[in-house]
């Protein structure tokens, strides 16, 4: 059975079609139908193992021309990529009533979003998410962007799409380390605001979750987003509750340099947002050490030493959080919780403590 998710924006709100028959939901949707033509930009790697699946939801709709490729990787949100696709863009002659397809994971997602946001002014992008971290987190609520050489995520827009297409069918070809990445999102929602749902994640174990539980829990983590969202589009305040563990994610990310998945790193991250704040003494210990656990249990390594990518630098990784473009005022800005399920914004980090914290996370 397929989900229908509201994603209540007013006139840009939108569908998020999530389960196993999506795509073929998706065929008469007036965002899908309604459009004039569409291009499809698609990760190369998906494109491979997923062609026909994707033929068939382009059937009834005219398609601009032949797939625009994306390289895979995270390399690929670059201003040079940007330019390429662009540039394949305008040679399809694609105008403002027609429609990209951003077919892949966060990383054609947030590159197709962006392609889609500048062409011409604006055209319509709709998302097919194609691992479990853009099912659960990347694929709604319009954060498109790239990289620079200074740190991740710092040149973007805000661009919702007009719909979202979560096909479980994609995840069938998605290898176990992706797959595991992508969860720590799904617990990411649970541990900023809803902690009986991290006490069902806890329940439903590591092993055998059915399709029908995965479905649940994307289910429950892309409605609890949809409340920060439509409460707060442009991060003015609490949707920057949505970046628990990324501020230290993203610092342990661009130093992995590209051996650390991001879902791995927020993993990592949230561990340490939780540990940070028991340190501060604003959560209990128990929460901390609860949290690290059932990550643990999940496949995700949360011990810096252990991660991908170590040895960390306690002063590189605090020079990255400095720069985060979440920081007002010269200040560190991070979220941290007072309990599971009870995540707030830290405003003024101290950076010389937090700079002991890390060395000692990194022993
Ligand atoms: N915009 C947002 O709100 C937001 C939120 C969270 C993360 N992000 C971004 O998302 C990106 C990470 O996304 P990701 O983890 O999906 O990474 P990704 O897009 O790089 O995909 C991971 C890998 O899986 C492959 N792949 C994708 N779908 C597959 C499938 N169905 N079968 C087999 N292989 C498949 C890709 O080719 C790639 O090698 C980061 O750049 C991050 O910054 C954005």
């Known amino acids: 059975m397929t989900d229908r998710i509201r994603i209540d924006l007013g006139e840009r709100g939108y569908d998020v079609l999530l389960g196993p028959g999506a795509l073929r939901a998706a065929r008469h949707h007036p965002a899908l139908s309604g459009a004039r033509r569409h291009a499809v930009l698609a990760d190369a790697n998906v494109l491979r193992l997923h062609r026909s699946r994707v033929a068939d939801v382009l059937d009834g709709p005219g398609l601009a021309g032949p797939p625009i490729e994306i390289p895979e990787g995270e390399r690929a949100k670059s201003f040079a990529t940007l330019e390429q696709v662009l540039g394949q863009m305008l040679d399809l002659e694609l105008e403002r009533g027609d429609a990209v397809l951003a077919i892949g994971g966060g990383v054609t997602g947030d590159l197709a979003g962006l392609a889609a946001a500048l062409y011409k002014r604006g055209m319509d992008v709709i998302q097919v998410p194609t691992t479990l971290l ?27 799409p007009s719909l979202v297409i979560a096909d479980f069918g994609f995840l069938d070809t998605l290898p176990e380390r992706e797959r595991q990445a992508g969860f720590a999102e799904i617990v990411k929602a649970a541990l900023i605001g809803d902690r009986d749902f991290f006490e069902r994640l806890e329940k439903s174990g590591r092993d055998g979750l059915t399709a029908a539980q995965l479905q649940a829990h994307l289910k429950t983590a892309i409605t609890f987003k949809a409340g920060i969202v439509a409460a707060d589009e442009r991060e003015a305040g609490q ?22 998945l991001h ?22 210990e128990k929460d901390a050490a609860r949290v690290r656990a059932y990550l643990e249990l999940a ?11 170590a040895p960390f630098s306690a002063t590189a ?47």
């Open 134 to 160: 853009a099912m659960a987190d990347s694929s709604v609520g319009g954060k498109t962007a790239i990289n620079m050489p200074q740190g991740k995520n710092l040149i973007g827009t805000f661009h919702q």
């Open 239 to 260: 949707r920057a509750l949505l970046n628990l563990g990324h501020t230290f994610g993203h610092a342990l990310e661009s130093e992995a340099g590209g051996a650390l």
């Open 263 to 284: 879902g791995e790193a927020v993993a990592a991250g949230l561990a340490l947002a939780f540990d940070y704040s028991a340190r501060l003494g604003l959560c209990p």
């Open 299 to 309: 496949g995700l390594r949360t011990r810096l030493p252990d991660l991908p990518g």
């Open 317 to 363: 990784m605090l020079d990255r959080m400095r720069h985060d473009k979440k920081n007002s005022g010269g200040h560190i800005r991070l979220v941290l919780a007072h309990g599971i399920g009870n995540a707030f914004i830290h405003d003024q980090a101290d950076a010389a403590d937090l700079l002991n914290f890390l060395k000692d996370q990194i022993q």
